[in-house]
């Protein structure tokens, strides 16, 4: 697994050479680059560069106790990243977490940037069920107690509830850092609470799509989207996960989306 070294970082990252187009795969709050490995070995992506990465204190990646893990101070280290891999003409995925850090990329990259699909990333307070819990206590509370009692109620839900997105979801979030998880999610509450995240996702001058789960989809933010005429579609027999829930359907839609932009 090659890793990028940015200043005291290390990023664990999974590259796959193929067309003058890169998609770059951002996950979500506590996952891992294995979010998107189903695509790696579909025939559909055979004329694309693929890339995906471990953000800072999650998957293989170095887990740093003095990095703020602000979202643009992760989106900060991607861009480096994307930039090392001299990647050129971007299709932006990002799940969740990852939504909020692709915005800071495609207002960074500008042009580079040819289509953004926004995963249910946040764009209001709405969005915010897991981080906003997370974000509502102390650090220190959550590495010695929060961390531990969310793995329990998760496995509880998979138990009564399985899916490939949350199984996959467990292993990853069991994996992470909890102090990543805890101030990433501080400062993804923060954003969220700004209010200006969906203004700044509708002003962005790209093809952009957003892309819901059918089992939790957020009825305000479809709202939003129909009132601005924002394209989005629905992955059906889904959830937050729609990636791992219905990986066929929802890269086949994806990809739909894209000849519709030419």
Request: proline share 4%; glycine share 8%; charged share 25%.
């Amino acid at each position: 697994m090659p890793f990028s070294t940015i200043g005291k970082h290390r990023l664990a990252y999974r590259l796959k050479q193929g067309g003058p187009e890169s998609f770059v795969f951002i996950h979500g709050l506590g996952a891992s680059r294995n979010s998107f490995d189903r695509c790696f070995g579909m025939d559909a992506f055979r004329g694309y560069t693929l890339s995906a990465l471990d953000l800072p204190g999650c998957g293989e990646s170095s887990r740093p106790d003095d990095f703020s893990y602000t979202m643009k101070d992760q989106a900060d280290l991607v861009l480096k990243w994307i930039r090392g891999l001299a990647l050129a003409r971007i299709i932006l995925v990002g799940h969740s977490m990852g939504g909020v850090i692709c915005l800071y990329l495609t207002e960074a990259l500008g042009t580079q940037v040819k289509a953004f699909f926004n995963l249910e990333g946040n764009l209001s307070l709405d969005d915010c069920i897991f981080c906003g819990k997370v974000a509502s206590g102390s650090c220190n509370d959550f590495e010695s107690k929060g961390f531990e009692e969310f793995r329990s109620t998760l496995r509880e839900t998979i138990q009564k509830k399985p899916s490939p997105g949350l199984k996959n979801y467990y292993q990853n979030i069991s994996n992470a850092y909890p102090r990543a998880l805890y101030l990433s999610s501080v400062s993804l509450f923060k954003e969220s609470c700004q209010g200006n995240l969906n203004q700044r996702f509708l002003a962005l001058a790209v093809k952009k799509w957003y892309v819901f789960g059918e089992k939790s989809m957020n009825r305000s933010t479809r709202s939003f989207l129909d009132a601005n005429k924002i394209p989005y579609f629905i992955v059906p027999e889904s959830g937050h996960f729609m990636m791992d829930d219905q990986p066929g359907v929802f890269y086949r839609m994806l990809f739909e989306a894209l000849e519709k932009r030419k």
